[in-house]
C-alpha cells in the first residue's frame, strides 16, 4: 500500500514555472514506477509524465515534452514535476500516481490532487 500526497499547485501567468512535488508514504517507495496525470474540467484525465524506479528512464506525452521534467528521490520518497513555460491548456488537477510498471496505463495507487490554473 503507498500513499501519495501532492503540493505545489496554485494559480500562474502563462509563461510562468511550477514544481509540483508528491510524497510518498507507505512501503516499498523505490519499488514503484512514479507517473503523473492531469484532468481537465469536462475532460478525461490524461498521461503527463513516468519515470522508472532508478530514475534513469522517463516518459512524456509529446505536447509536454521539452516543457515538463519528472525526476524522483527515493530517499526523500518523493517525486517531481517541474513545469515551464505553462499555457492556459495546462490548466487541470494534477495527480501523482504509483504502479509496478512503467506506461501509460492506469496506475494503481494515486493521489488525491492538486489543481493547477494557468491564466491568460
Known amino acids: 500500500q503507498v500513499q501519495l500526497v501532492e503540493s505545489g499547485g496554485g494559480l500562474v501567468h502563462a509563461g510562468c514555472s511550477l514544481r509540483l512535488s508528491c510524497a510518498a508514504s507507505?512501503?516499498?517507495?523505490?519499488?514503484?514506477?512514479m507517473g503523473w496525470f492531469r484532468q481537465a474540467p469536462g475532460k478525461v484525465r490524461e498521461f503527463v509524465s513516468a519515470i522508472n524506479v532508478k530514475g534513469d528512464i522517463t516518459d512524456y506525452a509529446d505536447t509536454r515534452k521539452g516543457r515538463f521534467t519528472i525526476s524522483r528521490d527515493n530517499a526523500k520518497h518523493t517525486v517531481y514535476l517541474q513545469m515551464n513555460s505553462l499555457q492556459p491548456a495546462d490548466t487541470a488537477v494534477y495527480y501523482c500516481a504509483a504502479d509496478p510498471l512503467l506506461g501509460r496505463h492506469s496506475y494503481t495507487y494515486w493521489g488525491q490532487g492538486t489543481q493547477v490554473t494557468v491564466s491568460s
Open positions: 507507505g512501503r516499498h517507495f523505490s519499488n514503484y514506477v
